[in-house]
């Protein structure tokens, strides 16, 4: 399975099954998309701003769910599996995206249906996303691997904000390419840098613009 990010802006989301599982995946699509969860009964507090249905759907009556709502993504996540099974024929019938929330180790990507997919564990910081997946194979993997990612981006979201403002600037100067980009180099790579992004902003930028004089010269 190849990692994309996929916008989901005006797009629907429909998830059966209203467990954790269910309601994991509804409050993390919820921020973007438009969710509707199915399902007989509510086991959870927080489903985001997803729309619960209290409904129990029969294998038979799954298609007409994904027919009515016309959705980007099918999450299959109920204790029946004839149920999430029918739920992902559905969803290849008509072209949409399914996330199996029951399959895991037991199915490799080879065994997986056509528009299979797999939400990874996401660490973000600002516009900084790191996304870590073990192909459903161990979620306590994913975890501990998210848990020591989280403290090392700290302050990524604010670098991001701060070179791509200098490499704005940088191409209205008389630098090379290369240079420019050494210069961008320079500043990811500083420790200095990051260490003043924690304290400060205009620190940051302070430290920034020294880096860069250091790398490629003066104004030119």
């Known amino acids: 399975m190849i990692p994309l990010y996929h916008d989901f802006t005006d797009e629907s989301v429909l998830v ?6 269910g309601a994991r995946k509804a409050r993390r699509f919820a921020a973007e998309a438009n969710v509707i969860v199915v399902s007989p009964k509510f086991e959870e507090d927080d489903y985001g701003d997803a729309e619960c249905v209290r409904a129990e759907p029969t294998p038979d009556d799954v298609s007409d769910w994904v027919s009515r709502v016309k959705p980007a993504l099918v999450v299959a996540a109920t204790p029946d599996g004839a149920v999430n099974d029918a739920a992902e024929r559905a969803a290849q019938e008509m072209g949409a995206l399914v996330n199996r929330a029951d399959e895991s180790a037991a199915a490799g990507d080879g065994d997986r249906a056509a528009k299979s997919v797999v939400v990874p564990a996401t660490i973000e910081d600002g516009d900084v996303r790191v996304a870590i997946s ?3 194979a161990s979620p306590a ?9 989280e403290s090392e981006i700290e302050g ?3 670098m991001a904000e701060l070179t791509g403002q200098l490499r704005q600037e940088l191409r209205e100067t008389d630098y090379t390419p290369d240079e420019r980009r050494a210069a961008v180099r320079a500043v990811v790579q500083s420790p200095k840098v990051w260490k003043a992004l924690r304290t400060g902003e205009s620190k940051a930028r302070q430290e920034a613009d020294r880096v860069i004089r250091n ?5 030119r």
């Open 16 to 21: 059966f099954g209203g467990g954790p599982v």
């Open 134 to 136: 073990t192909g459903g």
């Open 141 to 149: 993997l994913a975890k501990y691997l998210r848990e020591q990612i």
């Open 156 to 158: 990524a979201g604010t």
């Open 215 to 219: 790398t490629v010269g003066g104004e």
